[in-house]
């Protein structure tokens, strides 16, 4: 990516994201990273945008868009399923089988994505502070690699499951 339109476009971004960000239910910094990471998807497929500012004022509010749909489509469990212990012993065994399944499958991500996962998973229940001083990365970045990594889960699993 061109450093001149990198530096040009970063005041705009952070502006145009903290405008936006409230609204959306959503951190600045998880917005400026999803808009960082369209344009570069951008730049490998098509090319530089024609008008730079625009082009970034509209990723901004279509990502803040699709951060909203996602907030209402998002419904919080009363009980984590896993620990809702009303549940008989044939429940918990399935419960315990589709655990085990799953960390298997976080076992197989790439080294990046399995470190995220496993301190996601953790029965320590980190916070994002937490899990970023431990993975060395910022918290605004968990969030889109949170994304990235579930995306590449969901897809190993996909094969498997069609696989059988």
Known sequence: M???MVSALRPLLAAEASAEAHASGTE?????????????????????????PGWLRRAVRSEARRSRRTARAEQPYAVEP???????????AMTADRRRELHAAVRRLPRRCRGLMAALLSPEDLTYREIAGELGISQGSLGPERSRCLGCLRRMLAVEVAAH
Do not use: I, K, S, Y
């Open 82 to 92: 896993a620990d809702d212990r009303r549940h008989g012993p044939e429940q918990q």
């Open 2 to 4: 061109n450093h001149d």
């Open 28 to 52: 600045r910094n998880d917005l400026e990273q999803a808009v960082w990471l369209r344009l570069l998807e951008r730049l490998n497929t098509a090319g530089p945008p024609a008008d730079p």
